[in-house]
């Protein structure tokens, strides 16, 4: 009857009943944290991935992939589970295990990020480039149209005033017998067709330029509806055929001026111009922030979950265990308080216990249950402090072992009483 007394005193206990919230909350947390480090893995293993292939065979990327996924948690996991002071040799190698594999990751997960981010940018440097190199093209060929213009109106203007000349007889090249002489004489006849000539070769260089302007006009229009098109595809091809043209058009106007114009830029075909960014060492070159801290945030989350997926306790102690463990941990002698204001002891034997060869093998194996369920954490290879869902358990033991005291002390009372 006591016992049964004595469980249901227990139950109702407060620091017994925020133990048993805070652990069932906690387990909770932890199964709920295992699918989503899961699946940030498996997200961050698809951007390595997409990385890697690139550079090496797939299926040797895909099995490095899995690797460097797996040391991430796997480290994570260790490194919440031992103590640097505990065995620095260890806990380093882990710590410099987690960082190459970080490194690894995030270095090739950065270039789908950076795909990602760039995508917009790099379709628009493309479509800048196509423009620049017609934009260069075209300024060289209109700048000599401009110039075979000019010189092509002087010579006009240069044989109608032969015309004029040979007209009024003052043309330096006549011979004296029509020198001076008004009219429309054979000399004059002469320079009139020369100048009709050249007028009629003029309007038809006019006429091609025109033609060449029309072309032109297309071809920019075709470049300025690239940006609103819904069928790029189509409007492409559309500024290639328009391009194409115009550059028979100067290939005529260069026979007819006889004149060897600019040879045209060779513009990227439609796949070129559509295709996807390759992963490249150049990338780190254009270093995008935005796209690294995209791929370093995935590794981070998948690190801190992992880190308290593990630092966490996973579950409460049964009754036997809660009962072992009080009475183990009250052998200790040498308790102090931290400057993480956590109740620490030193589990090491005292110099006595050394002297009579004591056994703590049952005390040293409820240390071990502790830190291995999380409620202790070990500091060093001779000292553990408690962790803060180990004070409820400890206090609620003695409030028992006060209840038990007072009760024996009221019962002796009682009897020395009836005496």
Excluded at 14 to 33: A, E, P
Excluded at 46 to 73: N, R
Excluded at 187 to 211: A, G, T, V
């Amino acid at each position: 009857m006591y016992k049964a007394e004595k469980i249901k005193r227990k139950n109702a206990g407060v620091g017994y009943l925020i133990n048993s919230v805070q652990t069932l909350f906690v387990g909770m947390l932890k199964v709920w944290t295992i699918p989503i480090v899961l699946m940030l893995s498996i997200a961050s293993g698809f951007t390595t991935y997409y990385g890697l292939k690139h550079f090496i065979t797939p299926w040797i990327a895909l099995v490095i992939t899995v690797a460097i996924q797996s040391i991430i948690v796997i480290c994570s996991l260790e490194i919440a589970g031992i103590h640097w002071k505990a065995n620095r040799l260890r806990y380093f190698s882990v710590v410099l295990s987690l960082l190459i594999a970080l490194m690894a990751s995030i270095s090739f997960s950065y270039f789908k990020f950076y795909d990602i981010s760039q995508h917009d940018t790099v379709h628009i440097n493309r479509l800048n480039q196509v423009r620049e190199d017609i934009k260069l093209y075209l300024g060289e060929v209109l700048k000599i149209k401009g110039d075979v213009l000019k010189q092509q109106h002087v010579e006009l203007k240069q044989t109608a005033e032969e015309v004029s000349q040979a007209y009024f007889g003052t043309h330096p090249s006549a011979v004296e017998k029509y020198k001076n002489q008004v009219g429309k004489g054979p000399f004059w006849k002469h320079y009139n067709e020369i100048h009709q000539e050249k007028k009629q070769s003029l309007e038809l260089l006019e006429q091609e330029f025109l033609e060449l302007d029309k072309k032109v006009q297309g071809l920019q229009a075709g470049l300025g509806a690239l940006d609103v098109t819904n069928d790029l595809e189509k409007s492409y091809y559309k500024v290639l055929d328009d391009y194409s043209e115009v550059q028979i058009q100067i290939g005529r106007l260069s026979n007819s001026i006889g004149l060897g114009l600019p040879e045209a830029p060779l513009l990227m075909t439609y796949k070129q111009f559509i295709e996807e960014v390759k992963p490249d060492v150049s990338m780190w070159n254009g270093f995008s922030l935005f796209a690294f801290i995209c791929a370093a945030m995935v590794d981070f989350f998948t690190v801190l979950l992992s880190y308290r997926l593990e630092f966490t306790a996973p579950g409460p102690l049964t009754g036997e265990e809660e009962d072992l463990v009080f009475e183990c941990l009250r052998q200790f002698t040498e308790f102090t308080i931290n400057e993480n204001d956590e109740l620490q002891m030193v589990i090491e034997k005292t110099e006595i216990e050394k002297a009579r060869r004591y056994s703590d093998w049952s005390r040293m194996f409820a240390v071990g249950l502790l830190l291995n369920r999380g409620f202790l954490r070990k500091i060093d290879h001779r000292t553990v402090e408690f962790s803060p869902n180990l004070y409820p358990l400890v206090a609620e033991k003695m409030g028992d072992k006060i209840r038990q005291l007072r009760a024996v002390g009221a019962r002796t009372k009682w009897v020395e009483s009836n005496e």
